[in-house]
């Protein structure tokens, strides 16, 4: 019987894949400045139907997110409401011909967002722009020097089969 089970789910759902990438944020600082926060630590499932790709969560620990300064990875960190809410999800992503939509949950906002996207060396590298206000965010700002709203985001995932 449990041998069946696991062939129905197999047959059902031959496609889906669990996914593990990464996510570049990058930040501007004005006066001037900026800096990159990297995470190796998204996972979740990513799929291919014909041309088009979904996927139903990806995830990441915002705590995972790496600037090259600790003092600066603590404050990134309580910035993106770590704190209350440890994870950003993206659900519902669907994409075809180099754009795509989902759902963003970050610092307990959910909000949707866009992207385009291109496949490269059996990845996928999707990029859009977030602006930190339209998740409830406080402005940034240390020691005089303020970080921008808007920041540059980057997604990379491993291709699913074609």
Request: contains cysteine; glycine residues 8%; proline residues 4%.
């Amino acid at each position: 019987m449990h041998k069946n089970w696991i062939t129905a789910f197999l047959i059902c759902f031959p496609l889906l894949s669990h996914a593990e990438g990464t996510i570049q944020i990058a930040v501007k600082l004005t006066p001037a400045g900026s800096f990159v926060a990297k995470s190796d630590r998204l996972k979740g499932d990513l799929s291919r139907t014909g041309a088009e790709l979904t996927s139903q969560k990806l995830s990441v620990a915002l705590d995972s997110f790496k600037t090259g300064m600790t003092l600066r990875d603590e404050h990134f960190c309580k910035h993106l409401g770590c704190e209350t809410q440890p994870k950003a999800v993206l659900s519902g992503l669907k994409a075809s011909g180099g754009k795509g939509t989902g759902s963003l949950e970050l610092n307990g906002i959910k909000r949707d967002i866009s992207f385009s996207y291109e496949e490269k060396d059996q990845a996928i590298l999707a990029r859009f722009e977030l602006n930190s206000a339209d998740f409830k965010m406080p402005h940034a700002k240390y020691l005089g020097v303020e970080v921008n709203d808007v920041v540059n985001v980057e997604v990379r995932l491993p291709a699913p089969k074609k």
